[in-house]
Structures are given as C-alpha cells and as structure tokens.
C-alpha cells in the first residue's frame, strides 16, 4: 500500500532514526527567533536601490492606481515578471498596515525565508555549528553580501529556488511524495520569475524526471507505483507558463507578446558578449564543479551531491544568458550559486572526520572565497538609467513652452519608471507601441513622443518601431528636441477634431 | 422475532423536529431558520430595488472571501495529510492474536439491500472470503419485506451462519438508515460495520477494525475505512469519479483528521462500537445523507472517528444520468445535515469550540454552496474572457479582484492539482492526468447539486438509489438493479 513513500518504502524517515528531522519545538522556536532577529537586520540594513525595484515599483503604482500600463506591465515583459511585482504589491499592502517600508519589507521576508531553507538544510546535516557558519560566509563572499544590500524584488525568486533545493535534497534521500510535489510546485512559481529562474526550474524538473526514470529502470515494481508522478512534477510548471500566456492573451491580445522583446534581442545578441558574460562566470564554476566531483566520488554525501550539480552547472549558463539578453537579475544568479556554495561547503565539511580530509576543504573553502574576492565589484546600482535621461521637469518645461496642454507618451516598460505618473497627467504610458491607436489619440488631443537613445536599454536595436522612429521618424511626428545624449522629444502634426489645417499651423 | 434491545424506530417525541429525541431532517426547517430565510430574502429584494449594483458587489465581496477561505482551508488539509499520513496503519503481525490476547470481539457486518438480486451471491461469496472467526461474525442481510427480486434469491442460496436475513417491514420513510436501524435493534455484537451490496472490502479490514479499536482512545465510536472504487477504468466519468474519491478519502479526510475536527462519514464501511451507536440513536432515517449527519452527531456528543488503512472497493457509477442522481442526494443530504445541525445554532457553537465550527461551515456548508454558486462564477469568467462586457469592473474593485483572482487561477489548479495527487496517492497514478481535467467535471457536480437543491422543496426524503452494473464478458456495462 502506497502512503507517503511511493518508490522505497522501506526509507520511511519515522522509522529510521537516521533520516528522521530531529527538529523539537523549542528548535524551532530558537530557529524562528534568529531568522526574525535576521529580518529585522536586513530591514535595517543601508540597501542600494536598483532599476529592478525602481521598474517594478512603478508596475505596482500603476497597479494601485488602476492604470492600464500597469496591467500591461504586469505580464507583458520578461525582463519584469510577473511574482516580483506582485510580492512587491503585496509588500506595499501589509507595509502600510505595519507603517514600514514595502521595499525594504519584501526584500527582508525573501532573503529571511530563503536563508530560513539554508538553515533547515544545514541543521538537517549537522547541526547548530553550521548555521553560523552560513551566515559567517553570507557576510564574508563579497558577492553574497553585495547582493544582501541591493534592494531588488527579484529577490522574491530566491525563495522558490531555496524550497525547491531543500524538497530536492530531501526527495533524494527519502523519496517522499510531499518532497516531490514541492519540487514541483516551487519549480513551477520559478516560471513566473522570468527567464533564468525558468531555467533553473527547467533543469531541476530535468533532474528529478531522469531520476524517476532511472529508479524505474532499475526496479520491476516502481514504474507502477511511480505512474502519475511526472504529470505532478510537470503540471505545475506547464500551468504557470500557460497562466503567463494566457494573461498576455487577456491584457495584451497576443499571446506571445512578452516573449516578443526578448526574442527581437536574443536575435542580436554579438557571440562576443556571451564569451565574454561566459568567462566571468567560468572560474567560480569550476572552483564549485571539482570539489563538487570530489564528492560525488568519495563522499557519503554523494546523494547531496548529485542534488548540487545541476545548479551549480545550470546557474551560470542561466546568467550568461541573461546577461548577454540584458534580462536584469541584480546579482540573484550568483547570488543563488553563492548560497549553494555555502551549503555545499558545510556538506563538505560534514562528510569527511579525517582531520587532513577537513584541512583540505577549508583549503578548498579559502581558495573559492579567494577567487570570490577576485571576482568582487562593488555594488553596482545605478536606480534606472536615468543617468542620460532629461529631466521630468526640462520635458516639461520645454513642452509647457508651446503646448502646456500635450501629454507625453512613453512606451515600454523601463521608460514609464523614469517619469512615473500613474494619473496620467502628463506622461502617459503604454506598453507596446500601436500607431493606429495612438493616431486616433492624437485627434483628441496634443501628443508628444519621448524616444530614448537607440543603444539596446530601452528597447532592441532591431526590429522595435521605436528605433525606427528614432532613426527615420515618421510623416506625422516633428522632431522638436534632441538632447546630446540622443534622447528625442517629437511631436504629433496631425490636427485634432474638428480643427482644420490652417487653425492647427496656426 | 428476537428480542429488541433498543429502540431505534418508535417516535418518542411530538416534535417533528426530533421525532426520536434528537434532530433530525423530519422537517427541513425549524422555525427560526424559515425566518431568517424570509428576513433575508425580503431584505435582498428591497435592496435590490433600492440599489443592485450596491447589493451585487457585497454579495460578490462576501463569496468571493467564502471562495477564499474555502481554498486556503483545503490547502491546509491537504498539506497536513501530505506532512503526516494520519490514518491507522495495522501491520500484519498486530493481527495475529487477538487484541486482548483472548479472542476476537463479536462483529456484525449489516447489508442493506433493496433490488440487488444480480449482485447477491456475488456479495456473498465475497463476505465468505472476509478473514475473521465465523462464531464471532454475524452477518445480516437487510432485505426490504416487499423486495419480490432479492429476497427469494436470498432464500435460494440457502444461507448459513454467519449469514442471517433480515426482513425490513414495509413502513415510510423507505430509505436506508430506516433499514440499519431496524437491522441493529436487536442482536448481540461489539462492533458493527456497514457495507454496501457491490462493496468488496480487503478480507482482513474487521481484523484491522479491530485491532484498531483496542489501540484507539476510549472516545473513539467510529473507525472509517477509506472507499476506492475498482472500476475505474471504465470511461472518462470513472476515472474523474475515482480521483475525487480519492482525494476525499485520501487526503481530506486525513486532513480533517489531524485537525481533530468532525468528519463526515462515507455512505459504508464505517466501523462503529455498537452500544454507543445504538446509544446515539443509530442513523436518521429522514436524512438522505445518514452517514455525514451521524458522523457529526458523535463528535457533537464528544464521540471521535479515526481513518484506518484500508480500503474497501465500490463500483463508480459509470452512467451520467445516474451519477447525477446519485450526485443531487447527496448534495440535498449534505443541506438538509447542515439545516438540522445549525437548528441549534449557538449550541453547535458551544459544543463544538470556534475552529470545529468554522470547519464545519467550511466542510459541510462549504462544500454544497461553492457547487451551487460554482456555475454563475464560471459564466462570469467566460463573459469576461470573451465578451469583456462594461461595468464587470464594478463589482470586482481591487481587493476583490485581488482574491477572486487567486481563487481563479490558483484555487482552481489547486483543487485540480490534489486531485492528481491524490489518484498517485492511492496508487492510480496512471488517472493523475485525469485529475488535471477535473473542471469539467465540476460542472457536472453544480449539475446533480442543483437538481438536489430543488428536489429539497418537493421531494426532501426521496432516496435517488444508486445503479450498479455489471460487466458483460464483451466489456460493456449492464444495470443490475
């Protein structure tokens, strides 16, 4: 009779003391006052902000204040998913309960829950003395506490990743159902995280779909009792990227409209750019992937191992393809790869009593923080590239010259985070760039386009009809301004209703 | 004619409302509910006439919280259930002796029967395979007086202990729980289990009843084996029937179970101490879910139901007219359990605790109100994904939305999702695909709920019975009954 195991039995963890989770209350209890304790620093802690949290934040102020760019915003980009924003739009809701700050709060409860997954990973092997270990090293790697002090929503993806970690480490020793269908479902909340935490959940599907395989080639019984349990591992994952299209269907009419920008940019992507994203990821991975292969040789951890390995491959060939997509990840990637490190070095240290075994993984442990120090650069985060950009108020200024009734129409999603205005007084914000419908605006009332500099960062160089207007313009636009930055300001020719020519040269 | 030792079948009472000392689905309503039912309509009329729209948005905000609630309860259980398995597992070594070390307690099995000819001897060949001690085992055939079809083929078999027939007499109601009754007034036995016709319990459940029990808490009356049905595969309405069962015994249950809260019972296999059944004052016979009403009607009175492992196999019903009756008497059972539970309304409170009653709202309440409303809900989903009509956006202000759109896209998959784990759970893995196709089934489930909603105003006691069938030797499925 199947219960809770469905492959091995006989590795119930009630009945072997061995893999039972030793966890009392009055350990959870401690565990729970030190990830609050954890929180609270982190909420405290001087953050830098980044153009993620500034583009998100502006999704969920549009969200709030019922404009349609936000709805778009919403679904409609990959660059910018869906759950960071919503996280984030729930963290400004229960922020204004507790009368904190949204951003911050969001970024504490993520980094907490998934450190909390670290922790019951590392209590799980060894217990109490690795905790701090863990935390010792989140404050040591540069990386690690670079990425602690960017204030980024996408740290929201952090926490699927470190629960479908936890439940795939916990399924390879025990097998349990629970395990299983939690590897599932996080992986699943992965596809809603964007591209390179797809992929990651891709991987991890990957991994425990060939595992299930394997287990079923090498028993007679288990293909039976393992019927059903792709489906359960798959369907969360398929449901979400089906929910994705679906909501771009609803808001945007097309179906494939988020996938849109990133594939008219994966289309220019220079081979160089990938070398280059590539070997900056190359010295961490290989200074993961030999003490890794190490283990999966010698070790009695081999299973843990076996758990670590398709991260720590598939981490940095998801960033180097995010990078080189210019698909914004604010150090979560290596982030993630530096979090398994931690793990991975407390494993290490857990399976070896041999006193020159222990000498040489923290050796080992040195090198890569070492290597990590090397690779170090300081928080970069710059908020929105607004560096170049013109001023709200010179746009303004300049416009209120000559039309101080003309709104100002910005398309994209990067764009309406640099002039938020969710009223629509005076930017007005749309997503995708349709020329009928911004024609038929124009005869009610006075447009102007802000189109930003044709160098990748606010929309593809190919392909958009935005470097399109930004090169060539069109019949009934007029450029009015150019900035040196090559920022332009045009403005629509057409006469609105019920105005003739003459009145509108006029 | 044996002696009564109880009786189960005499009014004692005046009161309609509780014929027999306690309530019971005489009426469908007591006086206080006919009020508020009409309080309550008056005031959704003259609302409506004063302002619709106001009306339609705190009706829309006050289901969709209920939608809410009703999701992330049954994503507690099921977790729970997942974290825990809750249900008694009895090894076989704990079934080699007795379990107070002398001899087996005495068990009687009760069968009601009416027009189950075809599947008799079948049913008592397979009760002769059940492993317990036959000079401790009593089986009653339950066979309606009048039943012309059943009852010479009963008489024809020749029966012999443990097997007894038990001619029910011809009295109004003519429903079930009046035949269980009749059938356990008299008798000697410590425990009783009640089975269907086409059950085939596993050959060693009274054992692990048993032995169950010796382990149990004094407060446990009821042991409640879980259903599975063994005709599963014979087309798309006995796969989705076999995932839904599966997620009710399978999960739910448990679930409620390691919440300590009431759990309705199942229509069979419910294994009970008999004196304090009888006690209790055994079913209802006006109540067209018994089963679910006795269950509570033990937990009000401090009495507790525990699962056990181990399965006892029915037929689905493989016809869709049939299952849809089958499907609108329990729905009309479940209200009329709720009615007669909440006639009490503070005193259910009080004797329950908060949580219970919460969870009783959710469960019993829960479960017949989300398939009535479920229908117009899917209508405004597909009128707002397809026409987009103006002035939706009304009734669905941010929070709402909020909420009703993680009922939507989440809720939804979640209950389609368990539903898939369940079946792998069971070990009918290979239905979980099926599981994931559950919508369309819930729509037949709004189907039979509504017909017994309605039946409810005309035809309260009318006991919809359900078909069996049988497969010929060309695999097609022949009614039996």
Known sequence: MLFNRHLDTDMDPTLNPKLAYSSTPRHRLCLGGLLLLFAVVIYRLPHAGTEAMAVHKAIVDALVAGNNWGRQALVGSMDYPVLPSLSLLAAELLAKILRLDGERLLQAIAQTWSVGYLFRITLRRRGWLAAPLAIALAVILPQLRNSFLLLDPNWVTAVPLAAAFFHLMLWHEERGLRDLIMIGVHCGMLSLCGFGPALIGVGMLIVVYLEIRRINASQETAARKSAGLRSLLWAPFAYGAFLWLLWNWLVMDNMFFGLHDAWLRADYVPIGDLCKHASKAFPLTLALLAPLMFLMLKSDQKMVARCLLPPVILIPIAAMVAAALGVPQTGLIPLAAILMLAVFILVFLASFSAQPVRISAIVVCLLIAGLSFWQSQPPAAPAVAEAQAPSRQEILDFIDQYWPESRTVLYGVKLPAVYPDPEEKRFVARLDYQEADFLEQAQDEQLHILVPPADGVYYPLVGSPLADIHANGKPWLLLEKQWPSQWQLWRCVIPAKNESRLDFLR | ?481
């Open chain 2, 1 to 481: 004619m044996p002696k009564k030792i109880c009786d189960l079948t005499t009014h004692i009472s005046p009161n309609p409302l509780s014929p027999r000392g306690f309530p019971q689905a005489t009426l469908n309503l007591c006086r206080w509910q006919k009020w508020a039912i009409v309080i309550f309509l008056v005031i959704t009329v003259a609302w409506a006439v004063l302002d619709y729209r106001s009306e339609l948005l705190v009706l829309n905000a006050a289901l969709t919280i209920f939608y809410l609630l009703t999701t992330l309860y049954r994503m507690l259980i099921i977790d729970l259930s997942l974290r825990k398995p809750r249900e008694m597992i009895i090894t076989p070594e704990e079934m080699t002796e007795p379990p107070n070390g002398k001899e087996w307690p005495r068990y009687m099995i009760i069968l009601p029967m009416y027009h189950e000819a075809a599947v008799l001897p079948q049913l008592v060949e397979g009760l002769k395979k059940l492993d317990y001690p036959k000079d401790r085992l009593e089986i009653r055939l339950l066979i309606e007086e009048d039943d012309d079809e059943t009852m010479p083929v009963a008489r024809a078999l020749n029966l012999e202990p443990p097997f007894v027939i038990v001619p029910i007499p011809k009295s109004y109601p003519r429903t079930k729980p009046k035949a269980c009754n009749v059938g356990i007034e008299d008798g000697e036995a410590d425990l009783l289990v009640i089975y269907d016709a086409e059950d085939q319990p596993e050959p060693d459940q009274l054992k692990k009843a048993a032995v169950a029990f010796s382990k149990s808490a004094s407060n446990v009356a009821c042991i409640q084996a879980k259903l599975g049905y063994y005709n599963s595969d014979w087309n798309l309405l006995t796969k989705c029937f076999t995932a839904e069962y599966a997620t009710w015994f399978g999960l739910c249950l448990p679930g409620v179970d390691s919440l300590h809260a009431p759990i309705p019972l199942g229509g069979t296999s419910n294994h009970f101490r008999l004196d304090i059944l009888r006690q209790a004052g055994g079913w209802d016979e006006y109540n067209v879910t018994e089963d679910c009403d006795l269950g509570l009607r033990l937990f009000e009175n401090g009495w507790r139901t525990r699962i056990l492992d181990s399965t006892t196999w029915e037929q689905a019903c493989p016809s869709l007219p049939f299952w849809v009756r089958q499907r609108s008497r329990w729905v009309k059972g479940y209200i009329q359990t709720y009615l007669v539970r909440t006639r009490d309304f503070w005193g259910l409170h009080r004797r329950l605790g908060f949580w219970n009653s919460v969870q009783f709202h959710l469960l019993i309440g829960g479960t017949f109100v989300s398939q009535l409303i479920n229908p117009f809900y899917w209508l405004m989903t597909m009128l707002w994904l397809t026409v987009r009509p103006e002035g939706l956006d009304y009734f669905f202000p941010p929070l709402i939305f909020a909420m009703g759109s993680f009922c939507l896209f989440v809720g939804n998959f979640i209950f389609a999702y368990t539903s898939a784990i369940a079946c792998v759970r069971r070990g009918v893995g290979h239905l979980a695909r099926y599981g994931l196709v559950m919508p369309a089934y819930w729509l037949m489930m709004s189907l039979g709920a509504w017909k017994g909603f309605l039946q409810l105003f005309h035809k309260p006691h009318h006991w919809e019975k359900t078909k069996h069938f049988a497969e010929t030797d060309d695999g097609q499925q022949q009614s039996t009954t």
